[in-house]
């Protein structure tokens, strides 16, 4: 393999001084800047749909993503009659996104109404959804019920079926309130079924790399014609799980948005609805019902404790939110 990787980097017109393992791949120091070297079979995601992404992004003058390296020839992919295909990314040296700093929130979702900015109305033609969010509402709620009548017929249960069993009503009661909203949503109405926008579809802190430059922005893989705010949500929901729903850590999120994305009422009612579904709950029964049910990690027990603590804080920032924005949230 290695001999392979040696024999695909001959194909680029860069110059390799030092080489580094990273998680998947192979860091490249080199005479153009820092590279990465990844096979093509570990790469997921519409490979072709999200190159095309980026390139589009750096016509728009948003050039720092992990674009792809073309090869002398030209291509993408290098490949082998061996069977073995690689891809080079261009790559960054900086930090990971501080999500404990307001200051670093508010930068990384500046990023993020920028992204979206370029992406609007990027799809060739007006999307309807496989699977709009009311759909896929409706659907967890289905998989919750099918858990909790799982769980309830055992005679003995664990520690995490008794937890997961005591606040099910609470959780479960969230995420009807959630679809029933999202019903009367004019947001939803509008923008929730059909879609020519694109999204990132994983924008987090771990893909943000901050450079003296900016911040670079990697793995589009699962890049998608979508509903934006959908980002947004995913984004505001990692970095307030870690920050336990601090409000001003929200505030500087919304703040650095706005810097390029107008947020009315009703996109804030939307984005409040994608924030109250018990998504974390969700996740742990669905994972509990899909793995080996007579073992269940401590993990997996310390994460429903976890969410389980921090519903007062989240609670307190969506009807702190609802206020600044003037939207009926009782």
């Known amino acids: 393999m290695e001999d392979k990787q040696e024999q695909t980097l001959e194909k680029y017109s860069f110059e390799v001084k030092n ?4 998680r998947g791949a192979v860091l490249l120091d080199t005479d153009q800047g820092p590279k990465l070297l990844r096979e093509y079979e570990k790469i997921q995601g519409h490979f072709i749909f999200a190159t095309a992404v980026k390139e589009m992004l750096a016509g728009k003058g948003m050039d720092m993503t992990d674009r792809v390296v073309y090869n002398r020839d030209g291509d993408p992919v290098t490949e082998w009659e061996s069977g073995e295909k ?3 990314y261009e790559w960054y040296y900086g930090d990971s996104c501080d999500y404990r700093s307001g200051e670093g929130l508010f930068q990384a979702a500046k990023n993020l109404g920028r992204l979206h900015q370029c992406m609007e109305n990027e799809a060739k033609e ?3 959804l496989e699977e709009n969010l009311l759909q896929r509402y409706e659907r967890h709620n289905r998989e919750m019920k099918r858990v909790y009548t799982y769980m309830k017929e055992k005679k003995r249960k664990s520690e995490f079926e008794l937890n997961a069993l005591s606040c099910f009503s609470e959780f479960y009661d969230q995420a009807r309130r959630a679809g029933e909203r999202l019903e009367r949503s004019a947001f939803f109405e509008e923008k929730g079924k059909k879609t020519r926008d694109l999204c990132h579809g994983e924008y987090n802190y771990h893909n943000l790399i901050v450079t003296r430059e900016g911040i670079a922005t990697t793995n589009f893989e699962r890049a998608a014609c979508g ?3 959908m980002d947004l949500a995913y984004f505001l ?3 307030m799980e870690k920050n336990g729903w601090q409000v001003e850590k929200g505030r500087a999120v919304l703040e650095g948005y706005r810097k390029y994305r107008k947020l009315d009422r009703d996109a804030c009612e939307f984005l409040m ?3 109250s579904y018990p998504v974390k709950y969700w996740k742990l029964m669905n994972q509990y019902m899909n793995g080996k049910k007579s073992w269940i990690s401590d993990k997996n027990r310390q994460k429903l404790i976890g969410v389980r603590e921090q519903e007062a804080a989240k609670s307190f920032f969506l009807k702190e939110m609802a ?3 003037k939207i009926d949230w009782s």
Do not use: D, F
């Open 19 to 22: 080489r580094y393992r990273a």
């Open 86 to 88: 690689y891809v080079v």
């Open 126 to 128: 007006a999307e309807v």
């Open 227 to 229: 509903v934006q705010l």
């Open 237 to 239: 929901r990692k970095v």
């Open 273 to 275: 609805i994608a924030l």
């Open 323 to 325: 206020g600044n924005e």
